[in-house]
């Protein structure tokens, strides 16, 4: 028998099998050790499960002339001779009810080692057909009574494509933070509502007779006329912060309202928002202990975020003291998606959504266009669903909500527009590729949302960041293991090159060879690198070409050194084959490192 990699069984419907070429995956250093399996006449399709594994198991029908049609120990005796003259242990199994019979091949064969088992079997005039036992997966639409209103989530003009990437994570073992107003009960939701915190220590501000508590319910955000400040109208109850979780999590599949982005991910209602607004200092507090750090007189957070969430902001760039929390929340691992605002205006003049270190948030209408509202500017970094309520009230976006005008009432479901509602889509997003994949930084999950969004529908005037974020697409590039790699070969470079101090940039090349027609469109890119002020350091990818694809770049506030990580890069464009390189420059004085190595994994 060949030498193969072994394949882990996936569940993948009979529909998604395709003609993907798979390829065992190997190592090399700047080349590839093991050239590719020659091409078989055999259909690819014919001698895999599923894209990418090749099968284990093959349905042979005989014709009803022939012995095996009939006898199992005919059956049985024909695979151990199929076996023997492809070079393999064929096992039979049983007969099924169709008559056919079902014969295993083994765990450990590759897709060529498959094909010559099937080319022997369809080499014999006594064989009707012989395919593979694929493999399959529930289909369903969730039964959620408003799921047919919720067209961010699947429509195919403007909707993120959501329902694909359920086939693979539904966030599961994830928390995410919403930094928000609270929440108020609602029964579509609460199963999914794992214990917060109320962050406001200003009581006037919170409007429920008291500071800081573990209690993060929303008593209600109303406001009188001239209350927050001259001129301003009266405002009835926003119930905002439980909008915005039911769009990452509500409950599905149970019969009745909307359905939840992540709806296995389960969230933690964390209030800084209440009459007028919230303060800086309280958001700060509030993105530090979700994210797993400690605040003082706050008890430990048991329900540690990966994911936060903030769809707030305010005037002016991003501060140092919130750059600060949220720079350690990322070295905690959580990823913090923020909306980019609603003022049509460059996001670099609010915050957070200028902060570095977030995902920020722009928001698209339902043609697929930049919401009239949204800011933009080159700071932002994906677009999302916000949707627009000017006529037509579907064209929002719906999630939970509460009837009260002051006080909460009963609950119920609304449609909001904003980048507040943008701003979870892609925090729900997040929430479902940690739960596909645990490995994945935070640098990751951002560079996976933006290299596999697709290009926005409409028009972006402004700039609206790498395009629209397709669910499906990103949760399974970055399904297949650590740092978003789905499997395949990988070529390493393990020379390391000096990076000089404030100096020309260095280059350290990889040769590609034996592949076939272009490059992933989610290649991953991994980096290992020591050194002492990683902030000076900016990392591009160069292709055979000479196309030129920015990994990193510098940046005054990333404090930390060294770099270990993986980049996704949508490199679909460019020619598998052919001399790859990384570059990296230091642009800055007084520090130094070294490439200690890298890899293409395609």
């Not at 996001?347 to 800011?375: E, I, K, M």
């Not at 677009?383 to 009837?403: D, R």
Request: hydrophobic share 35%; charged share 15%; with cysteine.
């Amino acid at each position: 028998m060949r030498t193969s990699t072994s394949l882990r069984r996936k569940l993948i419907s009979v529909a998604a099998v395709s003609a993907a070429l798979f390829t065992a995956a190997t190592t090399t250093a700047a080349v590839a050790q093991d050239s590719p399996a020659p091409e078989a006449a055999v259909p690819v399709a014919q001698a895999e499960a599923a894209p990418g594994t090749p099968a284990e198991r093959l349905i042979v029908g005989y014709k009803s002339g022939a012995a095996e049609a009939k006898s199992n120990k005919a059956a049985e005796a024909d695979a151990a001779a199929k076996g023997g003259e492809a070079g393999e242990n064929l096992d039979f199994q049983r007969r099924l009810g169709s008559g056919a019979a079902l014969v295993d091949l083994g765990a450990n064969l590759t897709r060529a080692d498959v094909a010559d088992v099937v080319a022997e079997y369809q080499a014999d005039p006594q064989v009707a057909y012989v395919v593979p036992d694929r493999l399959n997966k529930p289909l369903a639409t969730p039964n959620d009574t408003e799921y047919s209103k919720q067209w961010d989530l699947f429509e195919s003009t403007a909707g993120m494509n959501v329902p694909g990437a359920w086939d693979v994570a539904t966030g599961s073992g994830v928390t995410v933070a919403v930094i928000d107003t609270g929440y108020v009960t609602h029964s579509d939701l609460g199963a999914n509502i794992v214990a917060g915190y109320d962050f406001i220590s200003d009581a006037t501000v919170g409007n429920d007779g008291n500071g800081r508590d573990s209690n993060p319910a929303d008593p209600g955000d109303w406001t009188a006329a001239n209350e927050c400040q001259a001129g301003a109208p009266a405002t009835t109850s926003s119930w905002h912060g439980t909008h915005v979780a039911g769009t990452i999590a509500a409950v599905t599949n149970n019969g009745k309202g909307v359905a939840g982005i992540a709806h296995g991910a389960k969230v933690s209602p964390v209030r800084v928002l209440g009459k007028c607004g919230g303060y800086d200092s309280d958001i700060i507090d509030a993105i530090t202990w979700a994210s797993g750090g400690t605040v003082s007189g706050v008890p430990a957070n048991a329900n540690v975020a990966k994911v936060i969430n903030m769809s707030l902001g305010g005037g002016g760039a991003c501060s140092t003291a919130t750059q600060s929390a949220i720079n350690a929340a990322v070295n905690r691992g959580t990823t913090v998606v923020v909306a980019a605002g609603n003022s049509n205006d460059n996001a670099a003049n609010y915050s957070p959504a200028s902060c570095g270190n977030v995902v920020s948030v722009a928001a698209a209408d339902r043609q697929g266009n930049r919401s009239y509202y949204s800011n933009y500017g080159s700071i932002v970094d994906i677009a999302a669903p916000g949707g627009e309520t000017n006529s037509v009230t579907s064209n929002g976006i719906l999630s939970t909500l509460n009837s009260g005008g002051q006080g909460p009432s009963s609950e119920s479901y609304q449609y909001y527009q904003g980048t507040s509602m943008a701003a979870p889509h892609i925090a729900g997003l997040a929430a479902l590729m940690k739960s596909a994949n645990t490995s994945l930084t935070p640098a990751q999950i951002e560079s996976a949302i933006k290299t596999n969004s697709r290009t926005l529908p409409g028009t972006c005037s402004g700039g609206c960041g790498a395009g629209l974020a397709d669910a499906a697409k990103t949760v399974q590039a970055v399904s297949g293991g650590s740092g978003g790699s789905t499997g395949g070969t990988t070529f390493t470079s393990t020379s390391a090159v000096s990076i000089p101090d404030n100096g020309s940039a260095i280059e350290s090349p990889i040769t590609v060879s034996g592949r076939s027609g272009n490059a992933p469109s989610a290649l991953q890119v991994g980096v290992d690198i020591t050194h002492t002020y990683r902030g000076d350091l900016v990392v591009d990818l160069v292709a055979p070409d000479g196309t030129t694809y920015r990994l990193k770049s510098a940046s005054s506030s990333d404090s930390a050194d060294n770099i270990s990580t993986t980049y996704t890069v949508n490199a679909s464009g460019e020619i598998a084959n052919g001399t790859w390189k990384l570059r990296v420059q230091d642009t800055a004085a007084q520090d130094t490192g070294r490439l200690n190595s890298w890899k293409l994994t395609f």
